[in-house]
């Protein structure tokens, strides 16, 4: 089983960037397509960006063109670039297949927009 592990959240002004990584534990990631996705409290889990083993992304309405999705398929990592972050992008960011959400959920990282 691929075990996922995210980092990079923090606490972060309006305005402000936070980069954030996933390191997938099987070389398998380098052959699937990935995506972020992310969780606020009593909410269901959403999809912010994908990106395939070539290099083609795709994102959600409300973080195109402020955030970037890349990947290291050498390194079995993953990047979401966040900038000009507003409030409304607090939430536990998770890595995941796209679309299915095949493996198992890593802990997360929290990433808080706030003044």
């Known amino acids: 089983q691929v075990k996922l592990v995210e980092s990079g959240g923090g606490l972060v002004q309006p305005g402000g960037s936070l980069r954030l990584s996933c390191v997938a534990s099987g070389d398998i990631f380098s052959v699937v397509t990935m995506g972020w996705y992310r969780q606020t409290p009593g909410k269901e889990r959403e999809f912010v960006a994908a990106?395939?083993?070539?290099?083609?992304?795709t994102y959600a309405d409300s973080v195109q063109g402020r955030f970037t999705i890349s990947r290291d398929n050498a390194k079995n990592t993953m990047f979401l670039q966040m900038n000009g972050l507003k409030p409304e992008d607090t939430a536990v960011y998770y890595c995941?297949?796209?679309?299915?959400?095949?493996?198992?959920w890593g802990q997360g990282t929290q990433v808080t927009v706030s003044s």
């Open positions: 995941n297949t796209f679309p299915g959400r095949d493996w198992v």
């Open positions: 990106i395939t083993r070539g290099g083609g992304t």
